[in-house]
C-alpha cells in the first residue's frame, strides 16, 4: 500500500504531522500525524483519507481510508516508497504493520512502507460477518447458513458494488496523489498480488516497479482451490513416504485422511475435550469442512506443514489434542479476514467466471472434494450482485519491472500460476523456491532480494542462490518433539 510525502527526500520521521491536498479527484486532505500500533516500539504516521464511495459519482457517501507509514531508516529517504497489498481479499494492512516492519527490514533502510486498509477492512469502512464472540471450537463453518448471511447483510450502510478491487486501486491511486509520490513501488501478496496486477493495468505510469508474491493472475478463478491444495498434499504425503523415520511412524498417512474425511462427511463430530490453555471442559464439533481448512491452512508455510501427518495420525486415533491445539493459534490471533469484503469480491470477480469443466475437476480432486467450492456457492447464491469490469479476467500486459516469486509447496497459489501471469509481463523474472510455501518474504530471503530489486530495478543484482538455502524440514514424530 501505499504512502508519500510532502517535500519529496526529506522523509516523515522527523514531521509530528502533515497536510496534503489530494487534487483533482477530491478536495479532501490527508493529514498524518505521529501514532503508536500495538507491536511497534516506534511511532509511526497515521492519518485518514476521504475519498468517494462511487469514483463514477463523487457526490455520493464517502469511504474513510485508513493510512499508516512506515518512516524509512535514512534521514533522506528515496522518493518513491514500498506500498504493501495484503491478500484475503479481507486482510487489513495497518493490522499486520508489526510484521510487515519486520520482515521488510531492508527495504526500510532508506524507503518508506506505506500501508492501506482497503476499503472493507480494518479501520476503512469494514465489512465483517462473523461474531467476533463466536467460539471456534464449537461453531462449525457449515453453520454459516443463509439466515446468518442474511444477518450479516442487514448489518451493512454502504453500497457493496463499490467494494471492489478496481475501486480499491482508484482508492491507492489517490492515497498516492495525495501524498505526493510520483511514482511507487508496490508489493502485493496473494489477493494482493492480483490487485497489483489491475493496478499495473489500470495505472501503469504510477508505478515504478512491481513485486507479485504468492500470484493470482486475474484469468485464474479464487475460490475453488481443491486441486492446488491437492497438488500440495500429495508432495507432503510423497515427502513423508520418501522418509525413512516418517514412512515407519504414518505408514497409512493417505488412507487415515481418506478415512476421516469420510467420517466427518457422514458425521460431525461432536465431543467433550480440554481446552489447549485452561484445561477447562469444553465441546469440540468438527466437520468435514473445518477439518479440511485446518490442515490447509497448514500447508500454507513451512515450520507448520510439517505437524500435519501427525495431527492426521492422532486424530484417526480419536485423539483431538493435537488438532485443537493447532485451532487455538487463531482464538486470539491478529489480522483477522474481514469476511464481508471476501464474499463480496469472491462472489462477484471470481465465482461467475467459473465453467462446468472446472466444477468438474475441482470435485474431482482427492483432497477436498467440492466441500470448499460449496462454502462459496452456498453464501453466493445470497450475496448481492454486481458486474465486474469486462476486461477484468484477462491477462495483464505490461512492461513495467516485476518481480514474481512463488513457493513449490504452496497450497493455494502454486508456481504454474506465476507462471501465467509473466506470459504478459514483458520485463520479469519469474523466482521459484522449492523448499516454501505461501509467501515468500516470510518463509525464506525474498524480502531481501525485494529490497535489492527495487534499489536497481536489474534482476542481474539479485542474488536468488539463497532460495536454495532453505532447509528441507523433517515431520513431527511424536508429541515429543522428535522429528
Not at 64 to 88: E, H
Not at 97 to 105: G, I, N, Q, W
Not at 447 to 455: G, I, L, T, Y
Amino acid at each position: 500500500m501505499q504512502f508519500p510525502t510532502l517535500m519529496r527526500g526529506a522523509g516523515i520521521a522527523g514531521l509530528l504531522s502533515l497536510s496534503l491536498s489530494v487534487g483533482a479527484t477530491t478536495s479532501e486532505s490527508l493529514s498524518l500525524s505521529s501514532c503508536f500500533l500495538e507491536g511497534l516500539s516506534q511511532s509511526v504516521q497515521c492519518g485518514t483519507l476521504t475519498v468517494p464511495e462511487n469514483w463514477s459519482n463523487p457526490g455520493t457517501a464517502k469511504v474513510q481510508l485508513n493510512v499508516t507509514v512506515i518512516p524509512a531508516i535514512a534521514s533522506t529517504p528515496k522518493k518513491d516508497p514500498l506500498f504493501l497489498l495484503m491478500g484475503g481479499p479481507g486482510q487489513a494492512a495497518v493490522e499486520l504493520a508489526p510484521m510487515l516492519s519486520r520482515v521488510f527490514a531492508k527495504a526500510r533502510q532508506d524507503r518508506e512502507l506505506v500501508l492501506i486498509d482497503q476499503r472493507g477492512t480494518g479501520k476503512s469502512s469494514p465489512l465483517l460477518c462473523e461474531d467476533e464472540q463466536a467460539n471456534i471450537y464449537y461453531d462449525v463453518f457449515s453453520d454459516f447458513s443463509a439466515e446468518d448471511v442474511k444477518t450479516c447483510l442487514a448489518g451493512y450502510q454502504v453500497d457493496l458494488s463499490q467494494y471492489n478491487t478496481n475501486s480499491a486501486v482508484l482508492d491507492f491511486e489517490a492515497v498516492r496523489k495525495a501524498l505526493g509520490y510520483e511514482q511507487i513501488n508496490l508489493y502485493g501478496i496473494s489477493y494482493g498480488s492480483r490487485a497489483a496486477l489491475v493496478y499495473m493495468r489500470d495505472k501503469p505510469e504510477a508505478l515504478r516497479s512491481v513485486i507479485l508474491d504468492g500470484v493470482v493472475p486475474t484469468q485464474v478463478v479464487v475460490g475453488p482451490m481443491g486441486t492446488e491444495a491437492e497438488r500440495a498434499f500429495d508432495i507432503l504425503v510423497a515427502q513423508c513416504s520418501e522418509r525413512e523415520k516418517c514412512a515407519a511412524q504414518y505408514p497409512n498417512l493417505l488412507t487415515d485422511y481418506q478415512k476421516i474425511k469420510t467420517q466427518l462427511t457422514a458425521n460431525t463430530l461432536t465431543t467433550q475435550v480440554a481446552h489447549p490453555v485452561t484445561d477447562k471442559p469444553m465441546t469440540l464439533r468438527v466437520d468435514v469442512k473445518k477439518f479440511i481448512e485446518l490442515l490447509r491452512s497448514q500447508m500454507y508455510g513451512i515450520g507448520s506443514r510439517e505437524l500435519i501427518p501427525y495431527i492426521i495420525s492422532e486424530f484417526s486415533k480419536e485423539n483431538y489434542k493435537p488438532f485443537i491445539g493447532i485451532m487455538s493459534q487463531g482464538e486470539n490471533s491478529k489480522g483477522k479476514m474481514y469476511t464481508g469484503l471476501t464474499m463480496n469480491i469472491l462472489c462477484n470477480e471470481d465465482i461467475p467466471r467459473v465453467t462446468p469443466e472446472q466444477l468438474a475437476a475441482e470435485a474431482a480432486n482427492r483432497f477436498s472434494g467440492n466441500h470448499s467450492f460449496e462454502a462459496f456457492t452456498s453464501v453466493c447464491q445470497l450475496w448481492p450482485k454486481f458486474t465486474a469490469p469486462a476486461n477484468f479476467g484477462e491477462p495483464v500486459i505490461s512492461d513495467i519491472p516485476t518481480m514474481v516469486l512463488s513457493g513449490n509447496l504452496d497450497p493455494v497459489t502454486p508456481p504454474a500460476w506465476g507462471e501465467l501471469a509473466v506470459k504478459g509481463l514483458k520485463n520479469s523474472k519469474h523466482y521459484i523456491a522449492q523448499d516454501a510455501g505461501h509467501g515468500l518474504v516470510t518463509q525464506t530471503c525474498a524480502a531481501e532480494m525485494v529490497s535489492d530489486f527495487v534499489k536497481q530495478l536489474s534482476f542481474d543484482d539479485v542474488d536468488e542462490s539463497c532460495l536454495k538455502d532453505v532447509p528441507q524440514r523433517g515431520f513431527l514424530l511424536n508429541n515429543n518433539g522428535n522429528w
